[in-house]
């Protein structure tokens, strides 16, 4: 089956500092990639999706500034928290879409952020 | 817009014994993809079943099947014999067009022994 790495999987960093989270596809070629947000006891609600070559698509509400979104190539997208703030802590993770058009169902591991 | 409703915040079932999670969704899309999704307390989105709105036949794996009633617009899990590793959070989820997926508020399952 289609395999999603997530790195890393914890992460503490200070206020005001930025942090960058990687979601890569190991075995196929995912043209487009989503990225959630989970709050502790709440769904995963999706920031973002992520096509390769493009610029991202952000949901409403969700600031373009402070979650920077790359997907420089087929098989990576990087969401940056810039400026970390206390509030950002929650659990982050991505999904990807092969190139076939299969749904984005395939989930990297999660990143839990700690803002201190 | 879609939406996903699970109404059940929270279920119990006795090991071995059979348990059923409901989703009900909305949308106006006719082609379509349900899911569900287990998440334990690792987090790791866990994929259980899934299944096509096209088909009217219910997916099924090993202990796990759904009832799936397009027209009724509900996508309900059965779990048969039960186990405790079966406890966890389980996510419905729609997933349309766009890719991406949309999930209901979840239903966490207690396994008794």
């Known amino acids: 089956g289609a395999v999603v790495s997530q790195h890393p999987s914890r992460v503490i960093c200070k206020s005001g500092t930025s942090v960058k989270i990687e979601c890569r596809s190991l075995?196929?070629?995912?043209?487009?990639m989503f990225w959630y947000r989970q709050f502790p006891k709440q769904s995963l609600m999706l920031m973002a999706t992520s096509n390769e070559g493009s610029k991202a698509t952000y949901e409403q509400g969700v600031e373009k500034d402070k979650f920077l979104i790359n997907h420089a190539s087929l098989t990576l997208s990087t969401l940056t928290v810039t400026s970390a703030h206390p509030e950002d802590s929650s659990f982050y993770i991505c999904s990807a879409r092969d190139q076939r058009g299969g749904l984005g169902g395939f989930f990297g591991q999660g990143t839990r952020l700690t803002v201190v | 817009a879609q939406t996903v409703t699970q109404s059940q915040p929270e279920m119990s079932v006795q090991e071995a014994e059979t348990v059923t999670l409901s989703c009900t969704y909305d949308t106006s899309e006719s082609d379509y993809y349900l899911f569900w999704y287990k998440q334990p307390p690792s987090r790791q989105m866990i994929l259980v079943i899934r299944q096509e709105a096209y088909k009217q036949q219910n997916a099924t794996e090993n202990r796990f099947s759904v009832n799936f009633q397009k027209a009724a617009k509900s996508f309900s899990l059965k779990i048969s014999d039960s186990q405790l590793g079966d406890a966890a959070m389980y996510f419905c989820?729609?997933?349309?067009?766009?890719?991406?997926?949309?999930f209901g508020k979840g239903t966490k399952l207690s396994v008794k022994p």
């Open positions: 989820a729609y997933g349309g067009s766009q890719g991406n997926l949309i």
């Open positions: 075995d196929f070629q995912a043209t487009t």
